[in-house]
């Protein structure tokens, strides 16, 4: 004997369920859904899709208003297609699964499960791009302050960079746009080492947490330092309060510095160490100790001419990379010497070619000179002063309000800017860009900066709640494991999500999405 029930009559109907679910912890998936199919129940498990990465991105997309500022945009439109939802679904496919527009059909069909969009065309995606392009600086504009007001974001020093992206095409664009619009794909001065094709120039303003506010699209010929007075141009009535535009060496110009402190505004810029300027010369050797303010961050405050002329800069060193770069440099004054060595071991005349190779080297021909009998020779003076530079970066700044400190570390949050574009290209695929259209390019460009937005803001909210970077990666990898389940049950239908797991319940509270429901559809 296994078991008692006892009598048929005085059965314990409730005894006998906890019975059968102790049993059924001994089952396994397979037996247990065959237990399942019996003559009054047929069950069929239809399909399962990742859930967690999309539903993070649509609580926040809800939370920050960006769906209401399109739809506002959109009232006095005749669409009669979701517009809203499909640019959405494609900020979603650049953040979760980068692919081009025609696939995202698919993807939306058959792979991701987004709210009130189950039958989306590839049409209804291209004509959604068309209505972005449309509203672009009004919806950079109304975004920026819903999410400036929702985070408390800080916006006194605002960092811009530029980069590029090319495409793989013979020829640049030459003919007019059919739409009146300018030409964007043109070659230009490449940032990706490819010269040979055409490309766009995308410029990014992004705050010191972080966070990208705007975006610019530009033709691919178009020179960093002419676009200065556009990005302030377009910046006024943003209150942005005291804006402080910090940029790198190559937006340094005298006419670039001027624009920057029209209306006001100041600037953080580095400075060349070796353009030869006697002012640079002078800051670099002015005595002074550096004082430390960070871990592997020193400064000392230099202030050079008086008057109009006055310029402040600030001198940065990080001395574990000085000891780096002491360390390289002695390990090319040995290679130097050895390579000398070699060139007078050969015949008379025999090492004219050797010599002309070591000294049009790259990096080793500026440290040597040629000696009258036609051998080169290390250029001794040359290296002492490259040592003065060791470890160190030089800034230039218009506000004297600023701590030195303050100068540091505002610049090396540049990084930021050069941390954005590096997910722009990498985790959001911004390349290969698939239109032709100049109002098209634009538009891919506005949906990967959206959803840089929301992944920024996910990770800023994250680390903060946390107390450690987790990076977007690792949190939609996460998110992912959480599945919507589709069931078929005697002709009705049942969409249930799987548990969640302490680690996605963790990231979901600290990105500031509430969990999803453990039901999505039940029918009868």
Known sequence: MLYSFGREDQVDKDSLQRLVASIEKFLGPEEALRRMESDELKMKFEESRPLGGVWALEQLWSELGIGKVINRHLKDRAFQIPVERAIFAMVANRALAPMSKLAVEEWVAKDVPVTDLENLQVHHLYRSLDALVEMEEELQKEVFFAVSDLLNLEVDLLFFDTTSTYFEIENEDLDDDEDGDYLLRRRGH???SRPDLAQVVIGLAVTKEGIPVRVWTWPGNTAD???????KK???????????????????????L??????????IVGEKMRSGKPEVEEALARAGRFQPVRHNVEVKEVVVGDGEARKRYVVVRNPQQRERDEKIREAMVKTLEAEIAGLKQL?????GKAVCRLMS??????????????LPRIDRAKLKAESRTDGKYLLLTSDDTLSAEDVALGYKQLLEVEDAFRTLKQTL??????HRLSRRIRSHVNICWLALLLIRVAEVRTEQALGELITWDKMRTELDRMHLGRFSLDGGILRQRTETSTQQARLLKAIGAEEPPPFFQITA
Request: aromatic share 8%; hydrophobic share 30%; charged share 30%.
């Open 190 to 192: 490449s940032k990706d």
């Open 225 to 231: 330092v002419t676009r200065i007075s556009q990005v």
């Open 234 to 256: 377009d910046l006024i009535g943003w209150k942005l309060g005291r804006v402080i535009t910090v940029v790198d060496r190559g937006f340094m110009s005298e006419s670039n």
């Open 258 to 267: 001027k624009e920057l402190q029209r209306t006001g505004g100041h600037y």
């Open 347 to 351: 015949e008379a005349g025999g090492h």
């Open 361 to 374: 080297h790259k990096t080793y021909g500026r440290y040597l000179k040629l000696k009258k009998d036609g």
């Open 429 to 434: 695929e911004l390349r290969p860009v698939y």
